[in-house]
């Protein structure tokens, strides 16, 4: 007698999927719209470079600033972003935003499909895998992309740059010409007598 071709208690080879996996993709959008989230205090090469980037990729990025006084940042938010425009005028599809709540509900008050961020180092892996993580939690249709700035800014943070040039060191190469110029001057009124 021929054997039967597939005996009723075989597994499927197609294990089943988790509820928060491949089922809550969703079709790619005409216009893919991405959110670069950050306090860019002030903007670095490093950002500047992931928004070059960003800006290739994605038909829209829009670069959000994080609204957050408990910081104490050196610059406003006004301040961050008109420096930011200043140094991004080369690229029409970049925008500029601020939120203050969840990044996600930001990102999808702005069409956002994709949350952009840059990955320097193994150090940010778990930082970037934890917020991550979270975010598809919160909503799921939203996926973050990890992309590494070229390799010569994969060093600069905003918060070292102030710390050197704090210190009177040499800051050249590590954030704009312009932006150099303004936290020369940030940095004389914070010295200056009242
Ligand atoms: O440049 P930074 O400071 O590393 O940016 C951090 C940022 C703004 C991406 C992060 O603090 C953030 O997303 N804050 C919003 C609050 C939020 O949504 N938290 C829950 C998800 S982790």
Do not use: W
Not at 12 to 26: G, H, V, Y
Not at 78 to 90: A, F, H, N, S
Not at 118 to 128: F, H, K, L, M, T
């Amino acid at each position: 007698m021929a054997k039967p071709r597939h005996s009723a208690n075989r597994q499927s080879p197609i294990p089943n999927r988790q509820p928060d996996t491949l089922t809550t993709l969703r079709p790619k959008p005409a216009t893919v719209v991405a959110l670069y989230p950050g306090s860019f205090d002030p903007i670095t090469n490093g950002h500047l470079d992931l928004i070059q980037r960003g800006s290739a990729l994605f038909d829209r990025l829009i670069v959000a600033v994080l609204c957050n006084d408990e910081k104490r940042p050196l610059f406003g938010l006004e301040e961050r972003i008109v420096m930011m425009r200043e140094v991004t005028r080369d690229l029409p599809n970049v925008e500029f935003g601020s939120f203050g709540g969840l990044l996600v509900d930001y990102a999808a008050e702005c069409g956002a499909s994709v949350i952009l961020r840059g990955i320097r180092a193994v150090s940010d892996y778990e930082y970037e895998l934890q917020m991550a993580l979270m975010n598809r939690r919160l909503r799921p249709e939203i996926e973050t992309v990890f992309l590494m700035a070229g390799e010569a800014h994969s060093f600069i943070s905003s918060r070292l740059v102030k710390e050197v040039i704090r210190l009177g060191g040499n800051i050249g190469g590590l954030v704009p010409p312009s932006i150099e110029g303004r936290l020369k001057r940030r940095l004389l009124e914070e010295t200056e007598p009242e």
